[in-house]
């Protein structure tokens, strides 16, 4: 089944840090391009991160979350993982966290990526 998976969610006291973690199944994540979203109760989903890869072979990333939430990605064992590491986590950072990939870069900064994972609660409060 092709899939993304994450992991990571959790609770966490404000001012914490969470590493989130997504890993595709039956695909691999080369050539893709990369994002997290979240969305929060009652709210719309927003995109808080994202990487596009380009032609040169680097990727141009950006952090909607200026200073606290950085996407990068790890190979190991033949395998890309996408992270997300946040810190300086604020309760208003509580929400479900999704990544998405896509061969096409405007489908994942616009949200409308071909694959999502099932999303990992993170939930900030003391």
């Known amino acids: 089944q092709v899939k993304l998976v994450e992991s990571g969610g959790g609770l966490v006291q404000p001012g914490g840090s969470l590493r989130l973690s997504c890993s595709a199944s039956?695909?691999?994540?080369?050539?893709?391009?990369v994002g997290w979203f979240r969305q929060a109760p009652g709210k719309e989903r927003e995109r808080v991160s994202s990487?596009?890869?380009?032609?040169?072979?680097?990727?141009?990333?950006a952090d909607l979350v200026k200073g606290r939430f950085t996407l990068y990605r790890n190979t190991a064992n033949s395998t890309i993982t996408v992270y997300l590491q946040m810190t300086s986590l604020e309760p208003e950072d509580t929400a479900v966290y999704y990544c998405?990939?896509?061969?096409?870069?405007?489908?994942?900064?616009?949200?409308?990526?071909?694959?999502w994972g099932q999303g990992t609660q993170v939930a900030v409060s003391s």
């Open positions: 039956g695909f691999t994540l080369d050539n893709y391009h």
């Open positions: 990487c596009i890869n380009m032609a040169d072979g680097k990727s141009v990333c």
């Open positions: 998405a990939a896509d061969t096409w870069a405007a489908a994942v900064v616009a949200g409308t990526a071909k694959y």
